[in-house]
Nanobody, 125 residues
Framework: VQLQASGGGLVQAGGSLRLSCAAS????????MGWFRQAPGKAREFVAA????????YYTDSMKGRITITRDNAKTTLYLQMNNLKPEDTAVYYC???????????????????WGQGTLVTVSS
């Protein structure tokens, strides 16, 4: 199973981007999918996630109100709409999927066993 993230790029502060994450290589049970990011010199951090059954969503406080995580009707692609971007949002954004049980750990990277290659988002001031 491969996860392919796309949609990153260079945008001015206040701009918007929509990231996509497509899964390929076969079917797999996914209990949740999420987005994480890693800025230069910093640890990877949680951005947003969605439980695949029921569609409950979770967001990091630092971006809440500016981002929306969604999926397509076929439940094959995950999206992250990001608005009012700030220079501090500059990072490589990774999508991830979990086939294990997820309850209170949906924000932890250790909960995910499939990862995409990342897409770079650069926000200029």
């Amino acid at each position: 199973v491969q996860l392919q993230a796309s949609g990153g790029g260079l945008v001015q502060a206040g701009g918007s981007l929509r990231l996509s994450c497509a899964a390929s290589g076969g079917t797999f049970r996914r209990n949740a999918m999420g987005w994480f990011r890693q800025a230069p010199g910093k640890a990877r951090e949680f951005v947003a996630a969605m439980k695949w059954i029921g569609g409950a969503t979770y967001y990091t406080d630092s971006m809440k109100g500016r981002i929306t995580i969604t999926r397509d009707n076929a439940k094959t692609t995950l999206y992250l709409q990001m608005n009012n971007l700030k220079p501090e949002d500059t990072a490589v954004y990774y999508c991830a999927a979990s086939s294990g049980a997820i309850t209170s750990t949906i924000h932890l990277s250790q909960s995910y066993n499939y990862w995409g290659q990342g897409t770079l988002v650069t926000v200029s001031s």
